[in-house]
T-cell receptor, first 110, second 115 residues
Framework: RKEVEQDPGPFNVPEGATVAFNCTYS??????FFWYRQDCRKEPKLLMSVYSSGNEDGRFTAQLNRASQYISLLIRDSKLSDSATYLC???????????FGRGTQLTVWP | DVKVTQSSRYLVKRTGEKVFLECVQD?????MFWYRQDPGLGLRLIYFSYDVKMKEKGDIPEGYSVSREKKERFSLILESASTNQTSMYLC??????????????FGPGTRLTVL
């Protein structure tokens, strides 16, 4: 049983496009939710946390649906620099252990 | 800035060798983690530690052990390296407190090849 499931892609979109990634998690007791970004041959880094009310950071919007155990990330006006792998991440309990999805690969082309 | 460093970026070892991967963080974080990352499989947790001398098994601990003698240092040990342990190894740390609670900060990774 995989804790966090994501569509691996790849997603190939032109600059300026809007793209959405989805993720589901298996444990209804999960407490915290995140999107991490991993550039090619680099380490993962936190992109944004995901809150129940939904949250936005510039061109990025994250949504959480606890009833459906579903998380999404929307990227508007895609840039070439958005090309990366996006990891959906869930914390099921206290003490800091995170569960990572396998990642969704995005390529933005000019 | 939080900094997590790993002892080597690239490492080549032979089957049966004992391998030590070192990780050091400079932010006084309580938690430290070792992952391996393989194409198509994503990040898989090997071991983690919530405090000095404490360790917990992750999802794939077989063939590995860890040591945390000091808060800032977390070592991953491959007792007898095998070819199926060829992978990218990533260390991470996080704190239990404050605004960055739960955010994991990763080191640059060690690409280990076992021949």
């Amino acid at each position: 049983r995989k804790e966090v499931e994501q569509d691996p892609g790849p997603f190939n979109v032109p600059e300026g496009a809007t793209v959405a990634f989805n993720c589901t998690y298996s444990n209804s007791a999960s407490q915290s939710f995140f999107w991490y970004r991993q550039d090619c041959r680099k380490e993962p880094k936190l992109l944004m946390s995901v809150y129940s009310s939904g949250n936005e950071d510039g061109r990025f919007t994250a949504q959480l649906n606890r009833a459906s155990q579903y998380i999404s990330l929307l990227i508007r006006d895609s840039k070439l620099s958005d090309s990366a792998t996006y990891l959906c991440v869930v914390n099921e309990a206290a003490l800091g252990r995170l569960y990572f999805g396998r990642g969704t690969q995005l390529t933005v082309w000019p | 800035d939080v900094k997590v460093t790993q002892s080597s970026r690239y490492l080549v070892k032979r089957t049966g060798e004992k391998v030590f991967l070192e990780c050091v963080q400079d932010m006084d974080h309580e938690n430290m983690f070792w992952y391996r990352q393989d194409p198509g499989l994503g990040l898989r947790l090997i071991y983690f530690s919530y405090d000095v001398k404490m360790k917990e098994k992750g999802d794939i601990p077989e063939g590995y052990s860890v040591s945390r003698e000091k808060k800032e240092r977390f070592s991953l040990i491959l007792e007898s390296a095998s070819t199926n342990q060829t992978s990218m190894y990533l260390c991470a740390s996080s704190t239990l407190w404050g605004d960055s609670y739960n955010e994991q900060f990763f080191g640059p990774g060690t690409r280990l090849t076992v021949l």
